[in-house]
């Protein structure tokens, strides 16, 4: 599915760039589209860094893996094939109380930690196992408790009552939350009941990710 | 959290800067093995705002939803959410300033945006950093739960607010 909506954003771009005579805005897009990745990813490594090396140290400390026995229950709902006190469960639960707080900045690297924590217990290392699609499921949906950065900007217009969205905003989380752990159920469930899916075709190596060491040569770059 | 992480495993004898470092080590790679899948998504997105193909699918979309008493102006945040977080961020922004925060308009926006997430850039993201590349049902769930989220927040604030 990411295929054909990749592929079809890109053609019908240039369809609709050609008709509207946009040509050199579609070429200009390109290069900024791949700039503004270029961007965001380097603006990502002083978050993920900072992040990391202080969940490192609550994982030191035990302290991931007091939080995951205390709410083992609840990701044993949600996460039924993680086995109980793995690591990927403590970042799972930060990850998930990072979004409750509206730190999406500090969710973000909990997140890919639990992800990397997962792809541990990964027999096809290309192919997302369910807990990872759970995951995702809900990130997306976005457990919000306090919409920080929106408060903000209305505060910036002169709300008379910046925090009168928290309500909604927890009910419209809620029903989105609760639509994505179940749609997430039943996909889940449909995949069970298919063959296993085919694996992709795959040219090169593995990506140079996971929790492997850096090789020295990016260390000095 | 920054500071009380650091003290109890102090307290508990652990080397907190050691560790930290340790643990630090790993986000510059995870960093850098995100880069591909960042910069294909986002010319992706980025020349479909470029060329007109965006407005287009909003022009055809807005009238339909219009019907239902739902306000135009909120429905290309709907289709603006999972694609680009800083662009429909931009929107509501503008949306907020030119109809106030405590307009029907503004209520709504506010709410689509704190209850709607970028799908893409979380799961290019997310499976970016692992090397994932068959995600099987885990975009469908995602965009899926943007709809209900997006049509949640308009009824909930024409219930409260309306």
Known sequence: ????????????????????????????????????????????????????????????????????????????????????????????????????????????????KAMQELQTLNPDKYTATPAMCTLLALNTASITLIPTTLIAIRLNYGSTDPAAIVGTTLAATAVATVAAIAADRVCRRLTLLRKPPKPPVIRGGPAAAGNAPLPPTSVKG | MITFIPLYAFARKVPVYESFVEGAKDGFGTAVAIIPHLVGMLVAISVFRASGALDFLMGFIAPALQGFGVPAEVLPLGLLRPLTGTGSLAYTTDLIRVHGPDSLIGMIASTIQGSTDTTLYVLTVYFGAIGIRNGRYALKVGLFSDIVGFIAAIVVCLLVFG
């Open chain 1, 1 to 112: 599915m990411i295929n054909a909506i990749w592929l079809g954003m890109i053609v019908i771009g240039f369809g609709f760039a050609a008709v509207n005579g946009r040509m050199d805005e579609f070429t200009a897009a390109v290069f900024d589209g791949a700039k503004n990745g270029v961007t965001v990813s380097f603006g990502l490594i002083s978050v993920l860094v900072f992040w990391l090396g202080i969940m490192r140290i609550a994982e030191d400390a035990g302290l991931l893996r007091r939080i995951a026995r205390l709410l083992g229950p609840l990701v044993g709902f949600l996460f039924p094939d993680v086995p109980k006190g793995h690591p990927a469960i403590g970042y799972i639960l930060s990850n998930m109380s990072a979004n409750l707080l509206g730190l999406g900045n500090a969710a973000t690297p909990m997140g890919i």
